[in-house]
């Protein structure tokens, strides 16, 4: 399996870019809205050997953002055989190469304002005699989650001297994760958005994102550790 090794673990948020360079594996398959285990078992065969996977210090696997359209249209169509898989991953990968019309595969702080209006998103990628991957279809997808998470990852830090260096929004103690887990344990965003009125709704979607990406790891948090959730002052 070709699989470049970076130094350096991947930050939530770029200063100088706007927005990180690249997206960890799971953050990929959660924009891609696909399962994670079938993308896990097609890098460890060498059939997504092609798509600029990387892995980074402690051995997290991470992509390129474009790639997420790729795992989104590949994956997104659980019948495909795994020859079938590999046929389009090769197909996309040269397709991305080759293109002169870079507008799919665009810099991940476009995205934000980015609309599926091009030729390039309506190719469709043929696999077989009658199989054809809809990549239009893929792109109107996929393409409101990765705007999404470009914006919120623009409103949050990671600070080593702040909760541990857990992401938080700017200007704040609270943690990205907390807010994602209160909308997905059922609380509303209005509700969310009242609690912490320096939040939008946005903000707040994003979190739900965030906090799938970011599964809990490691000791859990004491019971007033998380309460402690108020703007700096």
Same mark, same amino acid.
């Given at each position: ?22 997206? &960890?594996?799971?953050?990929?398959? $959660?924009?891609? %809205? ?7 078992? %097609? $890098?460890?065969? !060498? ?7 990387? #892995? ?10 474009? &790639?997420?359209?790729? $795992? ?34 665009? #810099?991940?702080? *476009? ?6 209006? *091009? ?27 990765? !705007? ?11 600070? *080593?001297?702040?909760? !541990? ?36 709704? *946005? ?17 859990? #948090?004491? &019971? !007033?550790?998380? %309460? ?6």
């Amino acid at each position: 399996m070709s699989v470049h090794t970076l130094p350096t673990p991947i930050p939530a948020h770029d200063a100088a870019n706007g927005v990180r360079g690249r997206l &960890s594996l799971k953050e990929a398959v $959660i924009l891609a %809205d696909v399962e994670e285990k079938p993308v896990r078992k %097609d $890098i460890e065969s !060498g059939i997504l050997s092609e798509t600029s996977i990387h #892995r980074v210090a402690g051995g997290r696997l991470c992509v390129e953002w474009d &790639s997420v359209f790729l $795992i989104a249209s590949v994956y997104g169509n659980k019948h495909l055989s795994s020859d079938m898989r590999k046929i389009a991953i090769g197909r996309i990968d040269d397709m991305r190469r080759n293109s002169v019309e870079p507008n799919w595969w665009k #810099r991940p702080q *476009d995205f934000t304002n980015f609309e599926c209006s *091009d030729k390039m998103e309506r190719k469709s990628i043929p696999i077989d005699r009658y199989v054809t991957l809809d990549l239009f279809t893929a792109c109107h997808n996929v393409v409101p989650r990765v !705007g999404l998470y470009t914006y919120g990852l623009t409103r949050i830090e990671e600070r *080593d001297d702040l909760l !541990g260096g857990e992401a938080v929004f700017k200007n704040s103690r609270l943690p990205v994760t907390h807010v994602g887990k209160m909308l997905e344990s059922g609380e509303t965003i209005e509700n969310i958005v009242e609690d912490y009125p320096y939040l939008n709704d *946005d903000d707040v979607r994003f979190s739900s994102l965030y906090y799938r990406a970011h599964p809990a790891t490691g000791r859990p #948090r004491k &019971s !007033g550790d998380a %309460d402690d959730v108020s703007p700096d002052a």
